[in-house]
């Protein structure tokens, strides 16, 4: 084993978890280098799980942009490739995921980092909010000691006692009552809410420029969802953070989204204004899964389906469009040139051909690089 | 008015941790209709489905199929009940054996229920065309199917034995909405051409809301509200009701945002459960438990707040506050 492997995080092991090891050791060496601002841009971003047997391409070259304390909503089925692209934009994969593309924080190239510069910019400028809020937090230890420990880590706060109190005052930003309980409690002591705002305050514990939030609210009820969600708005209009949210729920992206991002099979299929994407849909998934959604209105049983079903992570037909084989609109073509993301509207982007032969109304930058053919 | 399928009086259920998780509850299910249980986690509603096909013994109260107690038969006569009364639980990873195939997994149901052995094969086979599993994939076993083949395998299961009445607890829940939408359509098509009746278990709202004829909301345990589906939206009368629609997520709604979280069902509060984080909640409310009232004179609309004679919403008693 290489020193190498030891630093390195193993896969699917919370923010709040990785830090525990070190304390703040890298003291006297060269500074890491600190973003200038909060836009977050990943590009042409690719990562493939690789066994003895076979790779799977989660996500094979999706580009987007979290402006500056704007919302980016990634939505997507399960297997779509959207937590990995959230996860592998943060570095939690070890070496054995192959990840290729560049992702930058503020002019800081994250995938250039040596593994002490990243773990000094993560949590500091770029923090995650993971989704199971149960399996998240150490359960062995305070509520109170773990966000202390991000505090201290990143030098936010030096003593024992000052980070504890920085602490409470976190829990009582997040909406907790009586943060004095909360931060002596153990994880367990805490409600699902509860907890889930623990992991927001270790999050927002060091006012990070962009906060990568996957699925943030789907482990929980409805009402505490929309509390949750109220949070979420709040704390970005005090600190001015970058949100880059990951959802299946359509909803959820309505609400939240300044633009949304749609994954299929490991691929951004469209990419716009949230109003716009989930409203005029200009690709047939998106149009597709807006319609499989009951609506007050819908007649019963007349729910518009999309047929078949999302291929498994990497199982997707890879030559042509992957979801021609799903697709109403799909012509021969589809299945044998891979479509790609052309704009079709004001900052509105679609990899469908065959929906939207309309002139594009404004030619802007294509957010991939693959747009030059 | 006919008959009803299905009748649960006054049920009650509290677990050895002393959680009561079903207080009191009374609903109806009429041949052919969907009576939806809307509720977040822990109000009581998987419990109240679980008592209904008596999968849990009821405390207190009875649960009458076709006119009939089941909580006093045994032997046959509750095997025959069963027959008819059939459930499609959550998650059909877990509930389908990952040892037997789905042939073989449907085939089991039958032979507990004393099909006719010759019966089974043709049986088994034309149910799986009917929820739409392809033939090849007849022999394959669980780990080999999407998570939303399987839930029509389980539904194909439930439908063997010719059911009058089908439990579906958080059936689609578990499904992504692409395929969610099949499922449901599925479900109500089985209706339609088979008169079957669902007792439809979800926190899905938009879901219950599409599917249900009526709708019950559940919270800590009680029934709330209960109405005609499309009320709710419209005309909720809890003030639960109405918070809990207004935080389904989506653009520019006026939202209710509730303070705080589920109280403990092992120590409910006194009174109204509901009272800790209801905006409108005053002293009166933690006396005594609040009795369900027609709404606007309308029966199959009630709801338990002892504030609804005044017109007051909490939405806009928010407004003026």
Redesign the interface.
């Known amino acids: 084993m290489s020193i190498a492997t030891r630093i390195h995080t193993p896969p699917d092991i919370s923010d709040a978890r990785l830090e525990t090891p070190r304390p703040s050791r890298h003291r006297g060496s060269r500074p890491a280098p600190a973003p200038t601002e909060g836009t977050l841009k990943v590009e042409d971003l690719a990562v493939t799980f690789r066994s003895k047997r076979k790779a799977v391409e989660a996500v094979r070259g999706i580009s987007f942009t979290v402006e500056a304390g704007k919302t980016l909503v990634l939505l997507g089925?399960?297997g779509s490739g959207k937590s990995v692209s959230a996860r592998a934009v943060m570095r939690l994969y070890s070496d054995a995921v192959t990840i290729t593309g560049r992702a930058t924080l503020g002019g800081v190239d994250l995938f250039d980092l040596d593994e002490r510069a990243m773990q000094s910019l993560r949590g500091r400028d770029i923090a995650l909010v993971p989704q199971d809020a149960s399996g998240s937090l150490d359960p062995l230890r305070r509520v109170g000691s773990q966000i202390a420990e991000v505090l201290r880590r990143h030098e936010v706060e030096h003593g024992r006692k000052a980070a504890r109190q920085r602490a409470a005052d976190l829990l009582a930003q997040v909406g907790i009552?009586d943060p004095a309980r909360a931060v002596r409690s153990y994880p367990h002591e805490l409600?699902g809410?509860?907890r889930q705002r623990a992991l927001i305050a270790i999050a927002i514990a060091c006012e990070p420029k962009v906060l990568v939030a996957d699925e943030p609210t789907t482990a929980l009820?409805?009402?505490?969802?929309?509390?949750v969600?109220?949070l979420f708005a709040q704390l970005q209009q005090d600190l001015g953070m970058g949100l880059l949210l990951v959802t299946?729920?359509?909803?959820?992206g309505?609400?939240?989204a300044d633009r949304v991002a749609v994954m299929y099979a490991g691929r951004l299929v469209e990419e716009g204004p949230?109003?716009t994407v989930l409203g005029e849909s200009a690709h047939p998934y998106t149009a597709?899964?807006l319609?499989?959604?009951?609506?007050?209105e819908?007649p019963?049983?007349?729910?518009?389906?999309?047929?078949g079903?999302?291929p498994?992570a990497g199982e997707a037909v890879d030559t042509g469009c992957s979801f021609a084989p799903?697709c109403v609109f799909a012509v021969d073509a589809c299945r044998t040139e891979r479509p790609d993301l052309v704009p079709v509207g004001t900052s509105h982007w679609a990899a469908c051909p065959v929906v939207h032969g309309r002139v594009p109304v404004e030619v802007g930058s294509p957010p991939t690089k693959a747009e030059a053919s | 008015m006919t008959t009803p399928i299905l009748l649960a009086e006054h049920l009650s259920k509290r677990f050895d941790n002393g959680v009561l998780a079903v207080d009191d509850v009374s609903l109806t299910v009429h041949p052919g209709e969907t009576v939806g249980i809307v509720g977040?986690?822990g109000c009581g509603k998987s419990t109240t489905g679980k008592l209904i096909l008596r999968l849990l013994e009821t405390d207190s109260g009875y649960v009458a199929f076709e006119g009939k107690n089941i909580g006093t038969m045994s032997g046959q006569r509750l095997q025959e009940v069963r027959k008819q009364l059939q459930l499609v639980p959550q998650n059909p990873q877990t509930s389908l054996n990952p040892r037997l195939t789905i042939t073989e997994a449907i085939a089991f149901n039958l032979r507990a229920h004393r099909w006719p052995k010759r019966d089974i094969g043709p049986r088994t086979a034309s149910l799986l065309d009917r929820v739409g599993v392809p033939s090849a994939y007849a022999h394959r076993y669980p780990h080999e199917l999407?998570?939303?083949?399987l839930q029509r395998v389980a539904i194909a299961r439930a439908l063997s034995t010719d059911p009058k009445l089908i439990v579906c607890d958080e059936a689609v829940s578990a499904l992504?909405?692409?395929?969610?939408?099949?499922v449901?359509?599925l479900l109500?098509?089985l209706q339609?051409d088979l008169g079957i009746a669902y007792l439809f278990i979800s926190?899905d709202?938009?879901?219950v809301?599409?599917?249900s004829d009526r709708v019950v909301v559940m919270y800590l345990g009680r029934i709330v509200e209960e109405s005609a589906a499309?009320e709710l939206?419209q005309r909720p009368a809890h003030p639960y009701t109405e918070?809990?629609f207004?935080?389904?997520?989506?653009?520019g709604r006026q939202?209710l945002?509730?303070?705080?979280?589920?109280p403990s069902p092992a120590h409910p509060p006194s009174g109204c459960g509901f009272r800790t984080r209801c905006p409108m909640a005053i002293g009166a409310c933690a006396e005594a438990r609040p009795e369900a009232v027609a709404i606007a004179g309308d029966i199959s609309h009630q709801a338990a707040c002892i504030r609804i004679g005044e017109g007051v919403t909490a939405a806009t008693r928010i407004g003026a506050a």
């Not at chain 1, 299946?248 to 959820?252: E, K, L, P, R, S």
């Not at chain 2, 992504?176 to 099949?182: C, E, G, I, L, M």
């Not at chain 2, 207004?246 to 653009?251: A, C, I």
């Open positions: 089925e399960s009552p409600s809410g509860m009820d409805v009402t505490i969802q929309a509390q969600l109220e299946h729920d359509v909803g959820v309505r609400q939240m949230g109003a597709g899964l319609r499989a959604v009951p609506t007050p819908t019963r049983g007349q729910l518009q389906a999309i047929p079903q999302p498994a799903r | 977040e986690s999407s998570g939303g083949q992504d909405k692409s395929v969610q939408a099949q449901l359509n109500v098509e339609r926190h709202l938009g879901v809301e599409h599917l499309g939206w918070a809990l207004s935080s389904v997520p989506g653009p939202r945002v509730l303070t705080g979280d589920l």
